[in-house]
């Protein structure tokens, strides 16, 4: 295979690569906790090939029988994906994680699953060499202009949270991994999975479930817009009771036990595979389904949405990728129902100034008149101030107070019968 040795192609699993054909372009990557990732392509049908480095290792010929590693720098977790687009240039993913290996005789590593990052790469930018053991640090990788998914917000506290006590089930993989990539007509539409932000756990196993999510970019990968939909959202369930959080409590306090008012039923949903084209403006894809956190598959058919396994197909018009289930607006009330999202008669929300030290001007718009409740929250989930309001159909304006509320951020949320919606706010 062209410049390949047959040391490289030793040291990867057949889950540790990818491959994609378009016309006479062969294109093959792979990413793994052991080696560089790398993309072998070919543009005579697969007989001769090239290899670029996509991103080093940094212990480039580790050997885990012989290569002591305890700095735990970051590697690839062994899970990516590669796709050519229409003129043949490849673009690939891969997911982060860290990797130890203080022992030489167990013929192990240790494995991280909270590591959270997939890096996205196309043959128009530099190939990510080796620094150090923080070359592959996801935070490093975006300050320095590559593209990182991380784990999206689905709480409203600005921050994809972790509850100490909740496990996360081995996938071998990180928080966010298990890419699938397609690029056509200068889109790139990228599909992953990724550990579903708290409170949206298995509560009967106190575990993470995972999620599939989407995003694209519109200009061939050079930028994205950032907007993610929840593709595998269940709203065959009822997820949440009230957005008032008051059962939450300090993480040194928190019980799995609070969240049974909060969530009654996610679902696991893992192992996303899509259909390399667009056909008739669709995306493809399947994925495994079912109602407890972890790879083992399990049964149960008594309760709520028969909880059975499944290999779930999902079509979807492309562009709606980001715009439907948007996972932003988790956070302004749309997904409470057992419905999906709802129609929203209140939008628009804008607060200024923003830091604010002594009140804050509050503008939205409304479809209709109403009355509602204006609330701000702390990030505890606690109300800390609440007033009437009566909205009118239009423009509305509203100004708030905030010189007695000690500095940091709240969640300031307007909400009617209907409809609702929430912004950050913080305070100085």
């Known amino acids: 295979m062209g410049n390949v040795t047959a040391s490289e192609i030793s040291t990867f699993s057949g889950d540790a690569y990818a491959i994609a054909a378009k ?3 062969v294109a093959i990557f792979a990413a793994n906790t052991s080696h560089e990732a790398f993309l072998w392509k070919s543009t005579d049908n697969g007989v001769n090939f090239t290899k670029t480095t996509v ?3 940094p212990y480039p010929g580790y050997n885990e029988s012989t290569t002591l590693v305890t700095d735990t720098p970051y590697v690839a977790d062994g899970a990516c994906a590669v796709a050519l687009d229409d003129q043949g240039m490849a673009h690939v993913a891969f997911g982060l994680t860290r990797l130890l290996n203080d022992d030489l005789t167990d013929g192990t590593y240790s494995y991280f699953p909270g590591v959270c990052g997939l890096v996205y790469w196309n043959e128009s930018m530099a190939p990510i060499l080796n620094v150090g053991r923080n070359t592959l640090d996801p935070d490093s990788l975006a300050a ?6 991380f784990r999206n917000d689905l709480s409203c506290d600005g921050n994809a949270y972790f509850a100490s006590n909740a496990e996360m089930p081995s996938y071998g993989v990180s928080g966010v991994s298990v890419p699938q ?22 509560t009967e196993q106190g575990a993470y479930f995972r999620g599939i999510f989407g995003t694209k970019s519109t200009d061939n990968g050079t930028t994205w817009n950032g907007a993610t939909s929840w593709l595998s959202y269940n709203n065959e369930c009822f997820h949440m009771s009230d ?19 909060y969530v009654e039923v996610e679902s696991e949903n893992m192992f996303p595979a899509v259909a390399p084209q667009i ?6 894809m399947t994925w495994q389904m079912d109602y407890f956190a972890g790879s083992e598959i399990k049964e149960d058919n008594v309760g709520m949405c028969q909880r059975e396994s499944l290999i779930f197909f999902f079509q979807m018009d492309a562009n709606e ?27 628009g929300m804008k607060m200024y100034p923003n830091p604010a030290s002594e009140s804050v001007n509050i503008a939205f718009s409304s479809e209709e008149s109403a009355d509602a409740v204006l609330s701000v929250m702390n990030l505890m989930g ?24 000690p500095a940091g951020v709240y969640m300031v949320n307007l909400k009617s019968n209907k409809g609702t919606t929430t912004q950050k706010l913080i305070v100085r």
């Open 144 to 149: 320095n202009g590559y593209q990182v998914f």
């Open 279 to 284: 056909v008739n403006g669709k995306l493809n």
């Open 181 to 202: 990539i397609v690029a056509q007509g200068g889109n790139v539409y990228m599909i992953f999975t990724q550990l579903l932000d708290f409170p949206f756990l298995d």
């Open 23 to 25: 016309n006479n372009t």
């Open 321 to 347: 990728i980001g715009i439907f289930n948007n996972t932003e607006e988790v956070c302004q009330g749309l997904w409470q129902d057992h419905t999906g999202i709802t129609n929203q008669v209140i939008s």
């Open 55 to 57: 991103a080093a290792h």
């Open 382 to 405: 606690q109300t800390v101030y609440s007033m009437d309001v009566n909205v009118n159909e239009g423009n509305n304006m509203v100004t708030l107070s905030v010189n007695q509320l």
């Open 243 to 261: 957005w008032a959080w008051t059962a939450l409590q300090a993480e040194d306090t928190f019980k799995i036990a609070d969240m049974l008012d």
